[in-house]
């Protein structure tokens, strides 16, 4: 009978209208007393009222009234465009958990004062134990800050160098503690800084609107929502050729170096390569070396970084490029059936382009697979609202 009702419907040769909705008899059944609800949740109300107006539609039918005997079988309801989304109401009633920034402001903190602790307790050693280090002396405290910065920064001019074994394994721990700890700190807080400032820029662009020219657009993926790699290369570049400069200008003005000499070790020891044959021997140059090479050495060790970077993104689109161009072979076919029904459906195929393009790992899949088992609670193999509502329960 059912068979029979559906196929009158899909014939060609009848073209039957839907079975019309009496509105008057819906507003004279949801304004008819009815007993009070029991206390319960926002949801099962809209739940009861979407049964009730459905049951009202099916029993003023010109079918049902036909045949009083006509099972009616589940129904599959469309949302309307114009009605408030399901998905607003559910969230209104279950809030959704508001995403947690990984990257915050903590780590800005966390890096100054754990810097500042770090040269705090290299000048105090070096204070208490300034008699054990030769070389060419100023102050003190300026001393102190030199080396510590130097060794944080594995330059090693050895203008200063320890002479005892206290100093000597001071030094040790100094070092392996600088390098190995401080500088992913430091590596982080640069990081989040510029991360702020792309997202500075990407919001100053997406503002303009309509007033993005090509050349905006050619250094800038609004729709990727990051810069270009090309731009943070010139960018990471362009300071270590601005760290350079200053370098130059301060050791030749203020260590009365020649200009050679001055660009020679300016790029020593932005590098950290410091050979040792030039070095700061003027208090106001160590003091400006003290912040200098910190933020130099960072700077220059990024921009490597970019470098990297832009390499491994060019090969990546090389490799893309490739594998979406070739043809699916019969072996890439059987690989890509998951569930080996004999053929391909599209989300199959994304999975599997995606797992040759290195974009995903079985790790990533087997891990998102048992989420999904966790959501599916009737175990039918999709997620419908009502798995969504008793998980919230």
Known sequence: MENEQLLSYLSPRKNLRPPPVFLPSIFESLNSPKPPLPPS???????NLQESLLLQNQQNSPAARSDPNLAWGKINLHRCKTAPAMAVLMDAINPSIPKPKFGSESIVRQACILLILYLSLGVAIYWFNRHHFVGPKT????????????????????DITPNSNATKLFSILFVLVGFGFIDILLSGMVSYVLDLQENYLLKTVQHDGDKRDLATSYIIDVKKGRMRIRLKVGLALGVVVLCIGIGVGVMHYVEHLEWLDSFYLSVMSVTTVGYGDRAFKTMPGRLFAAIWLLVSTVAVARAFLYLAEARVDKRHRRMAKWVLGQDMTVSQFLAADIDNNGYVSKSEFVIYKLRELGKVS????????????????????????????????
Not at 41 to 47: A, E, N, V
Not at 367 to 389: H, M, Y
Request: one cysteine or more; glycine letters at 8%; proline letters at 2%.
């Open 139 to 158: 102050n003190p405290v300026v001393d102190a800050l030199y080396f510590c910065i130097v060794t944080m920064c594995t330059i090693g001019f050895g």
């Open 41 to 47: 949740s926002s949801s099962d109300t809209i739940l």
């Open 362 to 393: 079985e790790k990533d899949i087997m891990q998102i697979s048992q989420k999904f088992d966790r959501l599916d609670s009737g175990n039918c193999g999709r997620i419908c609202l009502a798995d969504l509502k008793d998980g919230h329960h």
